[in-house]
C-alpha cells in the first residue's frame, strides 16, 4: 500500500500512518491508536490517494479490532 501511495504521491511518506502508539490506560487497559490515513492522506489533496487511504484504514482497523 505505501508503495501505491508514493506511486501517486511522491511526498506523501511524511503523512503515511506509520506510527502506531500501545499503551496501558490509567485503570489497566491497553490501547492501541493509529493515524486515520483517510483524514492525514486527504490534507494532500490528490484524489488518487482516496482508495489507497480506504484500504490502509480497513487494514489498520481490522488488526486493531483482532487484538
Request: glycine residues 8%.
Given at each position: 500500500?505505501?508503495?501505491?501511495?508514493?506511486?501517486?504521491?511522491?511526498?506523501?511518506?511524511?503523512?503515511?500512518?506509520c506510527?502506531?502508539?500501545?499503551?496501558?490506560?490509567?485503570?489497566?487497559?491497553?490501547?492501541?491508536?493509529?493515524?486515520?490515513?483517510?483524514?492525514?492522506?486527504?490534507?494532500?489533496?490528490?484524489?488518487?490517494?482516496?482508495?489507497?487511504?480506504?484500504?490502509?484504514?480497513?487494514?489498520?482497523?481490522?488488526?486493531?479490532?483482532?487484538?
Amino acid at each position: 500500500m505505501a508503495h501505491k501511495a508514493l506511486t501517486a504521491e511522491d511526498k506523501i511518506g511524511v503523512m503515511l500512518p506509520c506510527n502506531v502508539i500501545i499503551q496501558e490506560t490509567s485503570d489497566g487497559k491497553i490501547e492501541v491508536a493509529a493515524v486515520d490515513p483517510v483524514a492525514s492522506m486527504s490534507a494532500v489533496g490528490n484524489p488518487d490517494l482516496g482508495d489507497i487511504a480506504e484500504g490502509v484504514r480497513a487494514q489498520l482497523k481490522h488488526v486493531i479490532v483482532t487484538l
